[in-house]
């Protein structure tokens, strides 16, 4: 079975911090992804990669980067946290372009 | 632009009735199209993917169509229980061969069965 863990449940963090979201797979996936998930906007692609190293910017990229220095593991970062960041942050993996596996989600409280 | 439209938005139903979630979408070139479950305060599930060539599949009370002419898909549910309470993503992939592997997400439909 595929397994891609998350670092947090649950985040509470204040306007301004650095937070970092971590994400493991264990099924040696080529591409992972970031997405945040928000109420009647469905799931919104903030970052991707494709390879050790590499990343693209998806549709909402402000305000985020991302790191990937292990094909195992996709960090997300937000550099300085602002209150409109506060959401669901789902990560994702797949094997060359098939069915993607999601983690359980981290909720983000940035206050 | 590709778009995936999924209605209603919020459902709500007796336990041990059933329910049809529709899924309407514009993107193209089509490649295949995929439903996930996805439980509150979870990550979504696949529960199914159709291709071009399939019309229906079936994943126990879980049966979903598609008509490739209208670009339109339905997600049935028979006899709902209570555990099938949860929101439902239509995600369509397109053979562009661009990055982020090519999907369109709906917003999807949250679906509460009562008891």
């Known amino acids: 079975d595929v397994k891609v863990t998350q670092s947090s449940r649950y985040l509470v963090k204040r306007t301004g911090e650095k937070v970092f979201l971590e994400c493991v797979q264990d099924m040696d996936h080529e591409n992972m992804f970031w997405y945040r998930q928000d109420p009647g906007l469905g799931l919104r692609l903030i970052y991707f990669s494709y390879d050790v190293k590499m990343k693209e910017k998806g549709d909402i990229p402000e305000g985020y980067s991302v790191s990937r220095e292990k094909k195992e593991r996709f960090s997300l970062i937000l550099e300085s946290a602002s209150t409109n960041q506060t959401s669901m942050y789902l990560c994702?993996?797949?094997?060359?372009?098939?069915?993607?596996?999601f983690g359980p989600g981290t909720r983000l409280t940035v206050l | 632009k590709n778009q995936v439209e999924q209605s209603p938005q919020s459902l709500i139903i007796l336990e041990g009735k059933n329910c049809t979630l529709q899924c309407n979408y514009t993107v193209s070139p089509f490649s295949n199209l995929r439903w996930y479950k996805q439980d509150t305060g979870r990550g979504p599930v696949s529960l199914t993917i159709?291709?071009?060539?399939?019309n229906t599949k079936s994943n126990g009370r879980y049966t979903a169509t598609l008509d490739a002419d209208t670009k339109q898909s339905s997600l049935h549910i028979t006899a709902s229980q209570l555990s099938d309470s949860a929101s439902y993503i239509c995600?369509?992939?397109?053979?562009?061969?661009?990055?982020?592997?090519?999907?369109?997400f709906g917003k999807g439909t949250h679906l509460i069965i009562q008891p």
């Open positions: 159709m291709t071009f060539s399939e």
């Open positions: 995600v369509v992939r397109d053979y562009s061969g661009g990055g982020a592997d090519g999907l369109t």
């Open positions: 994702a993996s797949s094997l060359l372009g098939n069915e993607q596996f």
